[in-house]
């Protein structure tokens, strides 16, 4: 009795007729019939289907001659590897804090470089755009999620969750501070983004005052700060484009003042010291997070700089324009949308529970996020310090009590990671570092014996 083929089968039978060319398709019906497929999970998690071919009888029948003077032909073995997994998707969060002068990730986009290798890496990478951010410079990865700091911090508290979206509705928030001639220049990269590259920027509005964006360096932690003396008008601002154009990201352009500290800004140009726009423009895009749970990102607006022959590489893409907008449109442009938590909004949606590691600067431990992560009572993730990626703070895991794996650099922290995911004991890679299993005794420090429940005992 024959076996009825499913319509699947009968459709490889049918390519595999056209791949053998001069052989009719009942002899390609019988090649498949002498298949042994097989499916087996691979070592990556994924199911991979081993395709085993033995002769067909006619062939055996029509050669004895040959088959008995030499050895038979092995079977051949062909594999590919379909998307499916029988783990969870494996997610990351790299942090890279703002306006901290992090050696890598402290200037414009150059800790880019070490997000993109980590996406190849993982399945999900969570991150902000201080890592993806790079002026006129961006880099899409299809599994990165951009998530502004504030947002960062309640998703790690697990007080929010992360909403993937296919697109959002972008507004652009242009500060009345800004002239004329630079406001026209980022009218003109809305339109470039929208034309271009199909990004769904729908609508702008102008601040009704200036908003008076002022910066400093906190003379205690010296890290980069700030305020608007007008956060009103930003949120007006904000609240008319969710208003009358159904926004759900918003892209807010505040007018910088021009640099009075020509050392401090010679500094950053040449790849030392610290970012000066950056800890405000937290300020602003914190602001708007708080205030309405949505995706936003904070571009300056400021006036051309001379060029300089001497310009370090990780500070070069604020270069290249007039304005650093196209890397925010483009990150906020698939953002994911923040939820509150609650029992309702949980589906589909990425929590804090689903981390598996963190990653950030050795001396970068203070944030509300990490320790938020650190103290997690639901599937703790696996943190690692780079020691390599200094900046200007000296929270380190020590002091703050916090438990990681250290390593020396990213190409480790990428190793670390590869390893953790793979589920193998990162220490095993290294050598001794396995000691002998511990032993743990029944009796606890008073002597007496632990009760063991009934259903339990033997």
Not at 121 to 146: G, S
Not at 213 to 242: C, F, M, N, Y
Not at 370 to 392: D, G, H, M, Q, W
């Amino acid at each position: 009795m024959k076996t009825k083929k499913t319509k699947q089968q009968g459709q490889k039978i049918v390519e595999l007729a056209d791949k053998i060319g001069e052989r009719t398709a009942s002899e390609a019906q019988r090649e498949w019939d002498n298949k042994t497929v097989i499916r087996v999970p691979s070592t990556a998690g994924d199911e991979m289907t081993v395709i085993l071919n033995r002769p067909l009888p006619s062939l055996v029948a029509q050669n004895r001659r040959i088959t008995k003077s030499r050895p038979s032909t092995p079977p051949s073995i062909s594999c590919f590897n379909p998307r499916h997994s029988f783990k969870r998707d494996y997610t990351s969060v790299m942090i890279v804090p703002t306006g901290i002068g992090a050696a890598i990730g402290g200037y414009a986009g150059d800790a880019l470089p070490v997000a993109r290798t980590l996406s190849s890496v993982v399945d999900c990478l969570i991150t902000h755009p201080n890592v993806l951010n790079a002026a006129m410079l961006y880099w899409p990865m299809p599994n990165a999620l951009y998530v502004e700091g504030y947002a960062l911090d309640r998703f790690a508290e697990g007080s929010w969750g992360l909403m993937p979206v296919h697109q959002n509705r972008v507004g652009l928030v242009l500060d009345a501070g800004i002239e004329e001639q630079l406001r026209v220049r980022h009218l003109q990269v809305a339109d470039a983004a929208r034309a271009s590259l199909g990004l769904p920027v729908v609508e702008y509005v102008v601040t009704d005052t200036p908003l008076q964006v002022e910066k400093w360096i906190d003379p205690k932690s010296g890290q980069s700060t700030g305020r608007i003396k007008h956060p009103d008008s930003l949120l007006r601002a904000v609240q008319a484009l969710l208003k009358h154009s159904q926004v759900n990201a918003v892209a807010v352009v505040g007018r910088f003042p021009d640099d009075d500290d020509v050392q401090d800004t010679d500094d950053y140009r040449k790849g030392m010291g610290i970012d000066l726009l950056a800890g405000v423009e937290a300020v602003i895009s914190h602001l708007v997070v708080k205030e309405f749970q949505i995706p936003c990102a904070h571009a300056p607006a400021l006036s051309s700089l001379p060029l300089s022959p001497s310009l370090c590489p990780k500070s070069a893409a604020e270069e290249l324009g007039y304005t650093f907008l196209p890397c925010v449109l483009a990150g906020l442009s698939n953002a994911p949308q923040y939820l509150v938590k609650n029992s309702e909004s949980e589906n589909g949606c990425i929590l804090a529970s689903d981390v598996d590691s963190v990653i950030l600067p050795v001396d970068a431990f203070g944030g509300d996020g990490v320790l938020a992560f650190a103290r997690s009572k639901r599937n703790s993730p696996l943190i690692i310090a780079v020691e390599e990626n200094e900046t200007v703070l000296d929270d380190t895991p020590d002091k703050v009590g916090v438990e990681v794996v250290k390593v020396s650099n990213y190409w480790e922290a990428i190793g670390v990671i590869a390893a953790h995911k793979a589920g193998v004991n990162p220490h095993s890679l290294r050598r001794n570092t396995i000691k002998n299993i511990q032993f743990t005794s029944l009796l606890p420090a008073n002597g007496y014996a632990i009760k063991v429940p009934h259903q339990l005992a033997d």
